[in-house]
Nanobody, 119 residues
């Protein structure tokens, strides 16, 4: 029932910025814990950032201080604002939603959006 659609990916130079969006539909967005995961070729999918239904946030050490996750419950949208991008940030970024334990993987996934950081 829940559908997630990511947007905002693209090609950016090192040091640049990008904002990803994830549009949620099919249920009551404000009840869901949301997260951004990423997967680079040959690597495991990893949690980048999470935001709980009550607004608590968590970040991977690798992005702490550079990325900001936020949510707009009025727009049923979660965002990932990325600054100071590095080549190692290159990955497919996936939106995730769930009602389970905060900052654990949820049951629903978006299709992913490619972020490429390269000069």
């Amino acid at each position: 029932q829940v559908q997630l659609v990511e947007s905002g990916g693209g090609l950016v130079q090192p040091g640049g910025s990008l904002r990803l969006s994830c549009a949620f539909s099919g249920s009551i967005f404000s009840r869901y814990n949301m997260g951004w995961y990423r997967q680079a070729p040959g690597k495991q999918r990893e949690l980048v950032a999470g935001i709980s239904s009550d607004g608590r946030t968590h970040y991977a050490d690798s992005v702490e201080g550079r990325f900001t996750i936020s949510r707009d419950n009025a727009k049923n949208t979660v965002y990932l604002q990325m600054h100071s991008l590095k080549p190692e940030d290159t990955a497919v970024y996936y939106c995730n939603a769930g009602l389970g334990t905060t900052f654990r993987v949820g049951a629903y996934w978006g299709q992913g959006t490619q972020v490429t950081v390269s000069s």
